[in-house]
């Protein structure tokens, strides 16, 4: 006997595709679910013991299966959902390959009851470690039940590598979770030990989310909803300052299903860029819909890696999308999610009309014409600036301006040059609450700012612009100033001692841990740069140190904090009015940079409802 090679038995073959499809108990319910979700279920109901290991079963109502399709649905590449080659590059459906209830039969012990609608009888087959046992009649409720009993139980290594019943339980919640996300107008329940866990009924997304989530993410979500001809996104983003330091509010779906995408991932961390407090991660639900043909769903058998023909270009529109979500609710009011049709912040579209921000200037203004500049009645003044970027929130108006492309627009050095107008009326003034806050009223009711917090997102844009362009804005000190630092601090110091330059210090090594002070940069509250260097550098050791965070981001963060006005600190209405007119110059206005909210807008329909 010369020849060795035999095919496999189907059930070594069913095995060994196991091992790929089922790692776990939670990889059981997630194909199950789909299953259920293919065959248009409205209902389904999952029930798990000790962690699946002992129990896994799905039931749903969906389509069902006649006697014949229950007993092929077991075999290995029985599908009903594909049937020739090009059929795999217009997936809709879940499945496709036809391999888990063959791969699940094969290392467990099931049970499959199912009966189509219409039928009288359904059918029920016991299939033990891919041996059928029986198939016969039963009288049940029309859809499928599956019951999946001690999971590798013929193959104790397996068995042995399984966790705690907590763990297992725990990635069962997390497949759940993704498919429940996926499917707001599906219901679904979980039970686990007799304990019901969830119980999702049918609704919308926003809901859906609420209810897997819980309500505080409630009011720290916004909808981001973008179409263009190669992706159609939409879903919810969560505020910076809900971002958590442990991950597990990230999910992608495409065409509705799960995926795990690291590159777009990184889209939406580029668009958190700067206003996420360190080392935490924003929560996000976003859906992308695309044309099936331009993605591969099959390089992996679990399906959560998926190959995108546009990757760039998507990343691109997911960036820009999440930028832009994040800008409009920047500042906006948050909103009430238990309100069902609550306002849905309109988004600019391809076909909307997007003006161009108007900034008045007079061009015949002479700054060295005495009677002109006594007369100068800026129609830009630093009010209508303010009232400017209202309008920037204002969706309500004819036509939604894009954030990203104003914001550029409205930063214009030149303007803080215009004299600001001291005889402002009285409805012009700004108020410091408990040298603190700035309270100023605007068209949506009353808006209130942080004073450090906004100077700090102000210097600290103005530092990065500062480093961008290689130009810092400094200030030099009529007498340099020496000053002496312990061997830490100095050694820190000569390390960052080029990119201080850069930003406007002018600092020079002296040995001996001295450094002299020449210049230091601009608009810091200090009038001492031997100061501002002293918190600088104490801001700057307690930083997090975090690979993400360039050095230069680490100094402008530091410097914008060490340098920007205290609380405590009371302010001219000129200062008032300037610091209000270089926050909404800023690129973000709405977060300091370490993510923490500047600006709340009271509305007027709160203020309303207090009185009454
Ligand atoms: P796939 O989902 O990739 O087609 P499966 O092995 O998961 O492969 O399922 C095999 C077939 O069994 C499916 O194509 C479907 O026709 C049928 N099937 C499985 N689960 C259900 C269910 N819950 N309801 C109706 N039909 C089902
Ligand atoms: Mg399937």
């Known amino acids: 006997m010369s020849d060795i090679i035999h095919l496999l038995p189907d059930s070594v073959a069913n095995q060994i595709a196991a091992g790929e499809v089922v790692q776990r108990p939670a990889s059981v319910v997630k194909e199950l679910m789909e299953n259920s979700i293919d065959a248009g279920s409205t209902s389904i109901k999952v029930i798990a013991r000790d962690g699946g290991k002992t129990l896994i079963q799905v039931l749903d109502n969906g389509c069902g299966m006649s ?8 075999e290995r590449h029985a599908t009903s959902k594909i049937s020739q080659a090009d059929d795999l590059f217009a997936i809709r459906t879940l499945g496709f390959r036809g391999e888990a209830l063959a791969s699940v039969a094969s290392v467990s012990q099931v049970t499959l009851r199912t ?7 359904g059918t029920e087959i016991l299939i033990s470690g891919s041996v059928v046992e029986s198939q016969e009649p039963v009288t049940c409720s029309a859809g499928t039940s599956i019951n999946i009993r001690n999971l590798f139980f013929n193959i104790p290594a397996r068995r042995k590598f399984l966790k705690t019943n907590n763990s297992e339980l725990k990635h069962i919640i997390y497949e759940f979770q993704r498919v429940a996300l996926a499917n707001a107008d599906i219901e679904f329940i979980l039970e686990h030990n007799e304990e019901e ?3 999702l009924p049918r609704t919308n997304l926003k ?3 609420v209810h897997v989530f819980g309500k505080s993410i409630n009011q720290n979500l916004t909808n981001i909803d973008t179409e263009t001809s190669i992706v159609k996104i939409n879903g919810f983003i969560g505020k910076p300052e809900y971002a958590r330091r442990t991950p597990g509010e990230q999910f992608f779906f495409v065409n509705n299903r799960f995926m795990k995408h690291p590159y777009f991932h990184k889209a939406v961390l580029s668009a958190y860029e700067k206003i996420l407090p360190p080392d935490t991660l924003p929560s996000y639900f976003i859906f992308l819909d695309v044309d099936p043909d331009t993605i591969d769903i099959n390089i992996h058998p679990t399906k959560t890696e998926i190959k995108f023909e546009n990757e760039l270009a998507i990343f691109q529109i997911v960036l820009a999308a999440t930028r832009e979500a994040l800008g409009r609710f920047n500042l906006v009011p948050s909103i009430d999610f238990n309100a ?6 309109p988004v600019v579209r391809k076909d909307d009309q997007v003006q161009a921000p108007e900034i008045p200037v007079n061009r015949n203004y002479n700054p060295f014409d005495e009677e002109m500049r006594h007369n100068y009645q800026p129609d830009n003044s630093n009010r209508d600036n303010l009232k ?9 108006g004819t036509g939604s301006n894009s954030l990203s492309g104003t914001s550029g627009a409205i930063h214009r050095p030149e303007q803080q040059s215009f004299p600001v107008q001291s005889s402002s009326t009285a409805s012009d003034s700004i108020i410091q609450l408990k040298n603190r806050y700035l309270l100023t009223p605007v068209k949506s009711g009353l808006m209130i700012i942080d004073q450090k917090r906004a100077h700090e997102r102000i210097l600290f844009e103005q530092y990065l612009r500062s480093f961008a362009m290689n130009y810092p804005v400094a200030q030099r000190t009529l007498f340099p100033e020496s000053v002496e630092l312990d061997q830490a601090d100095y050694l820190i110091l000569c390390e960052i001692m080029d990119d201080l330059h850069a930003i406007g210090f002018d600092i020079r090594d002296f040995g001996t841990n001295t450094v002299v002070i020449a210049g230091y940069p601009a608009d810091s509250k200090f009038e001492h740069p031997k100061e501002l260097l002293e918190v600088f550098l104490e801001q700057y050791k307690s930083t997090n140190t975090n690979i993400k965070n360039s050095v230069r981001e680490r100094i402008a963060r530091s410097l914008a904090v ?4 205290n609380y405590g600190e009371t302010l001219t209405q000129t200062l008032m009015q300037e610091l209000v007119d270089a926050l909404f110059a800023c690129e973000s206005p709405g977060y300091s940079p370490s993510g923490k909210p500047i600006v709340i807008i009271m509305g007027i329909d709160e203020v309303e ?4």
Do not use: C, P
């Not at 009966?115 to 009888?121: E, T, V």
């Open 67 to 74: 006697d014949t399709d229950a007993r092929m649905s077991l």
């Open 197 to 199: 866990l969830y119980n």
């Open 388 to 396: 400017y970027w209202e309008k920037l929130y204002d969706h309500s």
């Open 562 to 565: 060490a340098g920007s006005v």
């Open 207 to 209: 809901q859906r989310i």
């Open 115 to 121: 009966r189509k609608h219409g039928n009288d009888l």
């Open 340 to 345: 069902e049709g609550s306002i849905d912040f």
């Open 609 to 612: 409802k207090r009185f009454r």
